[in-house]
Nanobody, 123 residues
């Protein structure tokens, strides 16, 4: 499957952005989906994830209460709504798909990755 992330940009602190990730193919509903981010000079970090059914979601502590992940299988799309953005949220954001069973324990378990979209939050 190919993943195409979009929606990044430059926003002031306190603002909002919504990222989208569109997947090719007909099996999107069978993938566990995640969002990750990588700031310059830092490792890639987990941000949020959503199960195949969409009934369960997971968040990094740093974004809980501010970010919301959702999916729309009819559009082969997973979203990341980001509110109350902070300068420390500045990073390249990547979406990823996991086709195995259960919940992936680390980013290396994900099978497919998008190209990334830049989010810059100014203070």
């Amino acid at each position: 499957v190919q993943l195409q992330a979009s929606g990044g940009g430059l926003v002031q602190a306190g603002g909002s952005l919504r990222l989208s990730c569109v997947a090719s193919g007909r099996t999107f509903s069978s993938y566990f989906m995640g969002w990750f981010r990588q700031a310059p000079g830092k490792e890639r970090d987990f941000v949020a994830a959503i199960t195949r059914s969409g009934r369960s979601t997971y968040y990094a502590d740093s974004v809980k209460g501010r970010f919301t992940i959702s999916r729309e299988d009819a559009k082969n799309t997973v979203y990341l709504q980001m509110n109350s953005l902070k300068p420390e949220d500045t990073a390249v954001y990547y979406c990823a798909a996991y086709r195995g069973l259960g919940v992936p324990g680390r980013d290396s378990y994900y099978d497919f990755w998008g190209q990334g979209t830049q989010v810059t939050v100014s203070s």
